[in-house]
Every structure is written in structure tokens, then in C-alpha cells.
T-cell receptor, first 116, second 116 residues
């Protein structure tokens, strides 16, 4: 069964450094998402991406964040200058098109980002 | 304000027993309601997705109900197994522009521990 994959599984970085989190969505999916989950808190929406552009973003997704689909398979989240409060699990998700499949988002296993 | 509240916050049951988890939401306009299972350190996995016209949906030992009038949902787990130990998250999607799903509104989850 196709699945969303994410790399790395765990990233440790120093405050102020740039990080790139990578995701490979399911191959025929068209909608892509990034979420984050701070330990013990709710999953929070960051951004959705469709047709090579951001379709929606949350208040969390400020100028320090950017997303890119550099080729036909990868979907990346970049944090330009990490802060301590960026430490969280980051989940990528993708979904297909066409009812009822359009409802279903498939999540990757997550990248645990630790900012020290 | 769009919100999803879940109860109980945590639950411990013995293997083989049944349990029911609750979800109340204030999300408008409503599109669909999902239940996810999230193992510790992993991404959420979808159990059920229900639209407003669906009252109940089953997935193996999981049965979800939805009352769109009272804005309540429940997830019933039958004959629990040790592998059911996880966080169960209720997520509601509101209907966005042009019929597209908007970002998901997440509950905090119920942490279920199944003990032998």
C-alpha cells in the first residue's frame, strides 16, 4: 500500500540554524500539507499546497517558514532560522482527488525536530 | 470559534473490554468528522470519516457515531487489544470555498491504555 514518507526521522539543530524537512507524498496525490505537534499538545495545521502554490496557511506559518515542491516527488518544509519553540513533531500529509477519496489525508510518520 | 473537545482525556481498560470515547465540536459549516489513531511518536492513521448524513460507520472493532444535530460523535472500541493503546483524535473539517475542504480542526485526543 502506498504511503507518505518523511526524512529525517529525527533532526537536532542549534537555534538560528536552517532546517529542511523532506516528505515524499503518495505519487498520484495533488494536495499536500504540513502539520506540527508540540509534545503533549494538539496537532496544528501549518500550510496546504496545491498546484505548485500555497492554498492556505496558518498564523504559525510566518516568514521563517517556506514550502517547496522542487521536483515531481518531494515536498519540503524549510525553517530559515530555528527557535527553541520550533521543537516539535512535523507531519506531512497528502490527499488525492475525487469523492470520497478527497476527504482522506494520509500522514507520514513525522520528523521530530529538536532545537537546542 | 471552531473547537473540538474530547473526553475523557485518558482512559485505562483491561484487554478484552469495550470502551467509548466522546467528541463534541463547534465547527461551522461542517463538512466531515474523522477519527484518527496515533501511536506514540507516529503519524495519525485514519479510522473513519463521516459526513453529516452518516450516523454510524464501522471499521473492524471500531464503530463511530455522529449526531450532527447535537454536534457529538463517539468512537466505540470492541474487545480491546493491547495494540489499541494509543491516542485517539477527533478531527472536524469545515467546508471551505467552492466546496473544497479547509484545514482540519483537531481535538487533543484521548489517551487509551489497554492493560493485560
Amino acid at each position: 500500500e502506498p504511503e507518505v514518507t518523511q526524512t529525517p526521522s529525527h533532526q537536532v539543530t542549534q537555534m538560528g540554524q536552517e532546517v529542511i524537512l523532506r516528505c515524499v507524498p503518495i505519487s498520484n496525490h495533488l494536495y499536500f500539507y504540513w502539520y506540527r505537534q508540540i509534545l503533549g499538545q494538539k496537532v496544528e495545521f501549518l500550510v496546504s499546497f496545491y498546484n505548485n502554490e500555497i492554498s492556505e496557511k496558518s498564523e504559525i506559518f510566518d516568514d521563517q517558514f517556506s514550502v517547496e515542491r522542487p521536483d515531481g516527488s518531494n515536498f519540503t518544509l524549510k525553517i530559515r532560522s530555528t527557535k527553541l519553540e520550533d521543537s516539535a513533531m512535523y507531519f506531512c500529509a497528502s490527499r488525492g482527488q475525487g469523492f470520497p477519496l478527497s476527504y482522506e489525508q494520509y500522514f507520514g510518520p513525522g520528523t521530530r525536530l529538536t532545537v537546542t | 470559534k471552531n473547537q473540538v473537545e474530547q473526553s475523557p482525556q485518558s482512559l485505562i481498560i483491561l484487554e478484552g473490554k469495550n470502551c467509548t470515547l466522546q467528541c463534541n465540536y463547534t465547527v461551522s459549516p461542517f463538512s466531515n468528522l474523522r477519527w484518527y489513531k496515533q501511536d506514540t511518536g507516529r503519524g495519525p492513521v485514519s479510522l473513519t470519516i463521516m459526513t453529516f448524513s452518516e450516523n454510524t460507520k464501522s471499521n473492524g472493532r471500531y464503530t463511530a457515531t455522529l449526531d450532527a444535530d447535537t454536534k457529538q460523535s463517539s468512537l466505540h472500541i470492541t474487545a480491546s487489544q493491547l495494540s489499541d493503546s494509543a491516542s485517539y483524535i477527533c478531527v472536524v473539517s469545515s467546508l471551505g470555498n467552492a466546496g473544497n475542504n479547509r484545514k482540519l480542526i483537531w481535538g487533543l485526543g484521548t489517551s487509551l491504555a489497554v492493560n493485560p
